[in-house]
């Protein structure tokens, strides 16, 4: 991927409608619009995909703007444009962007069910920091690199173990979403980066790390990977069981580390 405008027009009529909404809401509180996730790294699939932005801000935002922002992502969400469905994001004063701190506020957070709320970045945010460096496109505002400090290996390898901690050891946050087929290929696909982030010390896209980890792992896991790699939404994948597995493999692997 070039850059922004992208090669998908419902993407940047969404992206442009957030972007026209988020600077009136805002004003002179608004410093920047950017994207990362797939976007960034060129392997966007429509059919999957989300729409990963974030905002920064100038400082933290008060309450009646929150609210505006909720209402205003609400009207997204229900307007006529399909891909405002598929937006997730955060909102994050420019002083807590430049490096991550667990003892940093809570933050404007858009799930993509449309979900609005205050959410502390867990430890996730260090890849996606580095992502946003390294990979962001500047929808509008100043280039990343000045706001974001560079992530070393170290950094992103105490990510994976934290986001290992925080999110994938049982019991698990809302564990009914591994009911959900895209869910457990998700979920296989980040055991995949994770294991490739804590082997090598860098980062690539979860497509590139299912290859890697196909060439490497051993049996149930290759096949599981494979298949959780060549899933289309629709056809299918119920593979619960294997997956739950597949993370103990991942944690067990982690161990003692984690």
Not at 93 to 122: Q, S, T
Not at 130 to 140: H, M, P, Q, S, Y
Request: net charge negative.
């Amino acid at each position: 991927m070039s850059g922004y405008p992208l090669p998908y027009p419902g993407v940047n009529a969404a992206v442009n409608a957030l972007l026209a909404e988020v600077q009136t809401n805002l004003a002179d509180r608004f410093i920047g619009l950017y994207l990362h996730g797939s976007l960034a790294y060129g392997d966007f699939n429509p059919e999957t995909s989300d729409i990963d932005f974030l905002v920064v801000t100038d400082g933290p935002l008060p309450g009646a703007i929150f609210s505006a922002l909720k209402d205003m992502h609400a009207g997204l969400y229900a307007g006529g444009l399909a891909w405002s469905r598929r937006l997730e994001g955060a909102y994050i004063p420019k002083v807590n962007l430049r490096r991550h701190a667990a003892a940093n506020a809570p933050v404007p957070w858009l799930g993509v069910d449309g979900h609005f709320a205050w959410e502390k970045p867990g430890s996730d945010w260090i890849i996606q920091r580095w992502i946003l460096r390294e990979k962001g496109l500047v929808v509008c505002g100043p280039p990343l690199a000045g706001l974001i400090d560079p992530v070393s290996s170290a950094d992103l390898r105490q990510s994976v173990l934290g986001s290992l901690r925080e999110w994938w050891s049982p019991p698990f946050p809302s564990p009914e979403r591994f009911q959900n087929d895209d869910y457990q290929v998700y979920a296989i696909l980040t055991m995949c980066r994770s294991l490739y982030v804590l082997e090598h010390g860098s980062v690539v896209s979860k497509p590139e790390a299912a290859a890697w980890a196909i060439e490497r792992l051993a049996e149930p896991w290759r096949s599981l990977v494979s298949a959780a790699a060549a899933w289309k939404p629709g056809t299918g994948f119920n593979s619960q069981a294997a997956t739950l597995e597949f993370i103990r493999y991942t944690l067990t692997a982690c161990h003692p580390v984690i």
